[in-house]
């Protein structure tokens, strides 16, 4: 508890500032499951370059002096990061609350070296049994999992407990399977429409728009999260996030402020635009090599320019995104949400 409050907290006085609170790490693009629906992954023998340790352990203390209050660790797949356990206690030091998100497949093994450095595991889980086995390309998947649940439930240590679910073409009816699983397992589960591409030189790139649900599904499938939140399973998703989804499945009613909220950096420590994914708006390495700091990027023009920029912008349809934005207007039902994440 004592954590989350101070999560709290520290979200609260970097919004007071007019900096973001969460740092999302892409920690590597390396991973060992073939997801189709996957925007990030190259694979486990890509030879993309990476932020050594030190250069990672630079960033998450410059977070924390940055006032930032977590940071939201993914990839690919993270647990393939020998150091990672040094890392996720680097950002445990500097003050930060830690998020970690992975498929599963490697933590029974690395549990042991992560315990006490997590305080948020997010395991994706896209559907039950073999159906998740496929759609992840690592068959046995769902059965290391069920083994590990439970030792992290009865762990002293244990984080909070979430599932994340991508909702797709490829696993249509998966939200009340997992539902029941999130119930079981006594995890909060949040699902979100698979992202089809990002923005580049400003324009939309929709390269797996194949593979998404259609409008008419989405809507279908908020009007069943809002039943199934109802009737007491733990979706944390936010009741105006679903009705927006249930009323436009595009997702078009909202003003960005996701940019403002969230510092994105990717594996080879380039700092994300996320209005022009090919132009960065910053080199963390180069910044570190010259003496810099975090807050540079914060006052540089092109920081401001992104924000100002994203708050016209409706691509993405994440539910993440459009909670932060709400986050960061101080809508009532958010700073709910951020007690109601607290208390589990």
């Not at 939200?175 to 589960?189: N, Q």
Request: proline content about 5%; aromatic content about 6%; overall charge positive.
């Amino acid at each position: 508890m004592e954590s989350r409050v101070r999560l709290a907290t520290r979200i609260a006085l970097a919004r007071a500032r007019g900096r973001p609170h969460t740092l999302s790490h892409l920690v590597t693009q390396a991973c060992n499951g073939s997801c189709r629906t996957c925007l990030w992954r190259a694979g486990t023998d890509v030879d993309a370059r990476e932020l050594d340790t030190a250069a990672v352990r630079w960033l998450y203390a410059e977070a924390g002096r940055a006032g930032l209050a977590q940071v939201v660790v993914w990839g690919g797949e993270p647990l393939l990061r020998q150091d990672l356990p040094e890392l996720l206690l680097a950002a445990r030091r500097a003050g930060l609350f830690v998020t970690l998100i992975t498929n599963g497949w490697l933590l029974g093994q690395r549990w042991p070296e992560l315990r006490g450095a997590v305080d948020a595991l997010i395991l994706s889980l896209d559907d039950v049994g073999e159906a998740h086995d496929r759609l992840r390309g690592l068959p046995g998947l769902f059965e290391r999992l069920e083994a590990c649940v439970p030792i992290l439930r009865d762990d002293p240590l244990r984080p909070t407990l979430l599932i994340n679910t991508v909702l797709s073409a490829q696993n249509r009816g998966a939200l009340r399977r997992v539902a029941e699983v999130a119930r079981r397992w006594d995890a909060g589960l949040y699902f979100c429409p698979m992202e089809t591409g990002e923005l580049r030189a400003g324009e939309a790139g929709d390269r797996l728009a194949g593979l998404a649900l259609s409008a008419a599904e989405l809507s279908a499938a908020a009007r069943l999260a809002l039943d199934l939140k109802a009737a007491g399973y733990p979706l944390l998703a936010s009741r105006p996030w679903l009705e927006l989804l249930r009323d436009d499945p595009a997702l078009t009613r909202f003003t960005c402020r996701a940019p403002r909220a969230r510092l994105t950096v990717a594996a080879d420590g380039t700092v994300r635009d996320c209005m022009h994914v090919d132009r960065p708006l910053a080199d963390l390495e180069t910044l570190r090599r010259a003496g810099g700091h975090l807050t540079d990027v914060f006052r540089s023009p092109a920081w401001r320019r992104m924000g100002a920029d994203a708050a016209a912008c409706t691509k993405c349809n994440n539910p993440d995104v459009i909670e932060l934005s709400w986050l960061w207007d101080l809508r009532p039902e958010m700073l709910g949400k951020v007690v109601e994440l607290a208390r589990r």
